[in-house]
C-alpha cells in the first residue's frame, strides 16, 4: 500500500503532461526533413554556417574581381581618402582661422604639391643615377654572397650555388610581370596614369572641402535607428586611418632617417636611395622592411665588404627592434592595433589578388575590418521582436 502513491504519480496527469512537454521540446529542436526524419541540431547549425560563409567568399571573391576590374576609378579614390587622413588637420586648422572651405582645401593641398615637388626636387639629381646602380648592386651582393658561401668556413660547391642563383634570377625576371600586375596592369599606361592623377586630386580636394557634407548624405541613406550607428562606426574607421597613415609615415622617416645615418658613417654609397627604399618599405610592414634591409646589405657587401655588411645588418636589427617595440606601439597602440599573423595573411591576400597595389592596400582594409569587428563585438544586436513575444508567453 505504501507504494501505491509513486506509481500513480509516475502515471498521473502531471508526468503524462511533462512527458508531452518534453517530447514538443525536442521536436521543436529538429527541423524535419521532407523524408519526415528529424534532423540533429549540430547537422543544422554545421550547414547553416557553411552556407553563410560560402555566400560570404562569394560576395568577397566577387566584390574583390569588380574592384580590380574598375581599377582606375577604385584606386584614385582609395589613395585620395588616404591622403585625406594626412591634409585634413591642416585644411580644419586654417579654417578655424577664418579662411572658406573650399580656400583652405586649396591651400592645404597646394601646399602638399609643393612641398612633394621641392623634396623631389632636392633628391632628383643625387638619386638620377644611381636607381639603375641599386639594382645592379643588389644582384651583384647576391653573386658576392655566393662567393662568401663558397669559401671557407662554409666550403659549398660554387657551381652549383651559382647555377641557383642564376635560375632564381632568371625566374623572377619571367614572373615579374605577376608580382607587378597591379602597376603594370593599371600605371604604366600613360593615360592611365594621368587620369588616376587628376582624379586623385580633385577628389581630395572634395573630400577636404566637403567631406563632412558627403559623409552625412551617405549616412542619411540608413534608416534612422539606424544613423547614429552608421556615424559613430564610421568615425571610427576614419580615425584608424588617419592614425595608421600618420603612424607609418613617421616609421617610415624615422627608420629611414637613421638607417641613412649608419650608412653614410659607414660609408655604403647609394645612401638616398636606400633611404627611400627604406620609407617606402614602410608602408608594406614585415615585407618591405625585409627587403630594404636587404637591398641595404647587399649594396654593403659589394662595396665596403663582408665586414661593413655585418655592422649594416646589426644596425638595421637595432632600427627595426627600436620600431617594433618603442615606435610601432606608441603610433599604432591607439589606432590599428593587428597581430603578426593576420599581417602576415593580410599581405598574402593582397598580394595574390592585386599585386604590389594590393600589397599597399592590405593592411589598411585589414585594419578596417578590425575595427568593424570591434565596434559589433561593443555594441551587441537588439533582440528580435519575437523574442519578448515568446519571454511573455512563457511568464504567463
Excluded at 591634409?87 to 609643393?114: S, Y
Excluded at 534612422?224 to 559613430?232: K, P, S, V, W, Y
Excluded at 574607421?237 to 603612424?247: C, D, N, P, T, W
Aim: hydrophobic content about 55%; aromatic content about 6%.
Amino acid at each position: 500500500m505504501t507504494d501505491d502513491p509513486p506509481v500513480a504519480a509516475a502515471h498521473g496527469p502531471a508526468a503524462v503532461a511533462a512527458r508531452d512537454r518534453d517530447l514538443r521540446s525536442r521536436e521543436d529542436q529538429g527541423a524535419r526533413h521532407p523524408s519526415g526524419s528529424l534532423a540533429p541540431v549540430w547537422l543544422r547549425a554545421s550547414t547553416d554556417i557553411a552556407l553563410r560563409c560560402f555566400a560570404l567568399a562569394f560576395c568577397i571573391v566577387a566584390l574583390v574581381y569588380a574592384l580590380g576590374i574598375l581599377r582606375v576609378v577604385v584606386l584614385p579614390i582609395v589613395v585620395a581618402l588616404l591622403l585625406t587622413t594626412l591634409l585634413l588637420p591642416p585644411a580644419r586648422w586654417l579654417r578655424r582661422h577664418g579662411l572658406p572651405d573650399g580656400l583652405a582645401a586649396a591651400v592645404t593641398l597646394l601646399g602638399a604639391v609643393l612641398v612633394l615637388a621641392g623634396i623631389g626636387t632636392a633628391i632628383a639629381p643625387s638619386i638620377g643615377g644611381q636607381v639603375n646602380d641599386l639594382g645592379t648592386g643588389v644582384q651583384d651582393g647576391v653573386r658576392k654572397t655566393t662567393q662568401v658561401l663558397a669559401d671557407k668556413p662554409f666550403n659549398l660547391s660554387r657551381r652549383e650555388i651559382d647555377q641557383r642563383v642564376d635560375d632564381s634570377l632568371d625566374r623572377l625576371r619571367q614572373n615579374s610581370s605577376s608580382i607587378t600586375k597591379g602597376v603594370t596592369s593599371g600605371a604604366v599606361l600613360l593615360g592611365e596614369v594621368l587620369t588616376g592623377l587628376i582624379v586623385t586630386l580633385l577628389l581630395t580636394f572634395f573630400f577636404l572641402k566637403d567631406g563632412s557634407a558627403m559623409w552625412n548624405w551617405l549616412t542619411r541613406l540608413f534608416a534612422r535607428d539606424h544613423r547614429e550607428g552608421a556615424d559613430e562606426l564610421g568615425a571610427r574607421i576614419f580615425a584608424a586611418l588617419s592614425g595608421y597613415v600618420r603612424g607609418i609615415a613617421l616609421v617610415g622617416l624615422v627608420d629611414a632617417v637613421l638607417i641613412g645615418i649608419a650608412l653614410l658613417i659607414i660609408g655604403v654609397p647609394l645612401v638616398v636611395p636606400l633611404m627611400i627604399l627604406t620609407f617606402v618599405g614602410a608602408f608594406m610592414p614585415l615585407i618591405g622592411a625585409f627587403l630594404a634591409g636587404l637591398a641595404a646589405v647587399l649594396i654593403a657587401l659589394v662595396f665596403n665588404g663582408l665586414v661593413a655588411a655585418l655592422i649594416v645588418l646589426g644596425v638595421i636589427v637595432l632600427v627595426q627592434q627600436i620600431e617594433g617595440h618603442l615606435l610601432y606601439p606608441i603610433l599604432m597602440s591607439r589606432t590599428v592595433n593587428l597581430h603578426p599573423a593576420v599581417i602576415i595573411l593580410a599581405l598574402a591576400l593582397g598580394g595574390v589578388t592585386a599585386g604590389i597595389i594590393g600589397v599597399f592596400l592590405a593592411v589598411p582594409l585589414a585594419g578596417i575590418v578590425s575595427t568593424v569587428l570591434d565596434y559589433v563585438r561593443s555594441h551587441p544586436q537588439p533582440d528580435p521582436p519575437l523574442a519578448a513575444t515568446e519571454a511573455e508567453a512563457v511568464s504567463s
